[in-house]
């Protein structure tokens, strides 16, 4: 799947994966070795998340119903968790260093692109 900032007129990621079961959404990067850049993971359901047992550093923009970015954490750290975002729908796991370079902020309207 194919995710733009549609307020920046930024590619995110073209090769975003998606995790919707349980077991999927539990699993999420973990066991990974690394996240290519355009790479990435739409985990929904999700408001909150955890790098505990990650191999590296990762971005992850925490986007609501409307498709507003509602959190951000560049370079979320291993080991650590992330604060609830309540409004959240899920978060877009991307390659660290995709929030700087793409200049995302909360407020920023991202597009999901299945085709």
């Known amino acids: 799947m194919k995710v733009v900032n ?8 073209d090769g975003v994966a998606t995790a919707r079961t349980p077991l999927e959404r539990t699993r999420g990067l973990l066991g990974t070795a690394k996240l290519p850049r355009g790479g ?3 985990i929904a359901p999700c408001r909150s998340i955890h790098s505990f047992g990650m191999r590296y ?3 992850a923009l925490f986007i609501d119903r409307e498709g507003r970015v509602v959190g951000i954490h560049p370079r979320f750290r291993r080991n650590r968790i992330s604060r609830i975002f309540w409004r959240a729908r899920g978060v877009l796991e991307l390659s660290a260093g995709t929030i ?3 200049s995302t902020e909360v407020g920023d ?5 299945t085709s």
């Open 40 to 42: 990435g993971l739409w």
């Open 109 to 113: 309207e991202v597009v999901f692109q």
């Open 6 to 13: 549609m307020t920046k007129f930024a590619l995110l990621g």
């Open 100 to 102: 700087e370079r793409t």
């Open 57 to 59: 550093e990762f971005d």
